[in-house]
């Protein structure tokens, strides 16, 4: 099911309704996001009323892609997470489950992985009803030009990837090279995946994600993004939306 919104503070507002539904039902929150401009956006949720009507003690934040780089570095999604987020409202930093950046791309991600699998057990994380996938709260993704998410990308081998959970890349089309993400079961095994894009940039990999384009676009990334189980969310600007079929873009 696809949903159109407006972004700022429909994005937050959309976040902190499924924060408090997942608190009241599980206890917990899991949420993972992506880097770009979504985060920014998020920051939405450090003003009023938000900052202070979400549960921030009951958060469990990881990332769904990272950069392989220092969590100071300029292209560490971390780094954004922290500057425009975790500095600015009570999240516990125990709740923060980064990557590992001082290992190897194979290592992190089999770390991070290893990491999941053990709050998978303990249900911080809960299990997918249909496979033995993480089901996160909610998976928040940014779309790229050329259709990739998270760190998948277009005719790239780890589209194909099944069984595992975490998977890393050595060959980014993007600098760094060296990347982690969430492979297409576990994203698509989540609860919530709201994808953000934003831009007259992206208004043709919108079309292509979305639109009923024929088979040739079934390989995009973005429009393998198809919950199991859960529901599917579009947060678009009015550039991004542009090239959209018909009036499927509502405000």
Known sequence: MRIW?????????????????SVKERGVFAIAVSGGSLIGLMGKLCETPYNKTVDWAKWYIFWADERVVGKTHADSNYKLV??????????????????????????????????IRQLVKTRTINVSDNSDCPKFDLILLEMGPDGHVASLFPNHPMLDEKAGWVAFITDSPKPPPERITFTLPVINSASNVAVVVTGESKAEAVHLAIDDVGPDCLSLPARLVQPTKGKLVWFLDKPAASKLDGSQFSE
Not at 82 to 110: C, F, G
Request: proline letters at 4%; charged letters at 25%; zero cysteines.
């Open 5 to 21: 919104m407006k972004l700022g503070t429909d994005l937050a507002e959309y976040i902190a309704e499924l924060s408090e539904a």
């Open 82 to 115: 922290k500057d425009a987020l975790l500095s600015k409202v009570p999240v516990v930093p125990s709740h923060v489950n980064s990557i590992n950046d001082s290992v190897s791309a194979e290592e992190a991600a089999d770390v991070y992985e290893f990491h």
